[in-house]
């Protein structure tokens, strides 16, 4: 299972950015998976995660209403789209799946196996 994380960037705030997760090896669905990120010197939390059969999807308070996600099964890939970005957004994006069917439900970084190597969005002010 591997996870291939792109599209971050440098943007102002306020501007839009997507980033996307494209897996090889598993299909996105049958299992927890979703977005976390990580700021310099701060512990990685949940972005948004979706439940396993997709049933639930959860966003951290702090980007609710500015963030989506979505996917393209034909194209095996998972998209984070970031609108309205302030400078507090900006982290190393990762994109995490629980390949081990473990939980169906989870925001704790610590039920995911399978990350992606992670992409940088920077938002300058």
């Known amino acids: 299972v591997q996870l291939q994380a792109s599209g971050g960037g440098l943007v102002q705030a306020g501007e839009s950015l997507r980033v996307s997760c494209t897996a090889s090896g598993r299909t996105f669905g049958r299992s927890a998976e979703g977005w976390f990120r990580q700021a310099p010197g701060k512990e990685r939390e949940f972005v948004v995660v979706?439940?396993?059969?997709?049933?639930?999807?959860d966003f951290a308070d702090s980007v609710k209403g500015r963030f989506t996600i979505s996917k393209d099964s034909g194209k095996n890939t998972l998209y984070l789209q970031m609108n309205s970005l302030v400078p507090e957004d900006t982290a190393v994006y990762y994109c995490a799946a629980d390949s081990r069917a473990s939980v169906v439900h989870s925001t704790k970084w610590w039920d995911y196996d399978s990350w992606g190597q992670g992409t940088q969005v920077t938002v300058s002010s």
């Open positions: 979706v439940s396993r059969g997709g049933v639930r999807t």
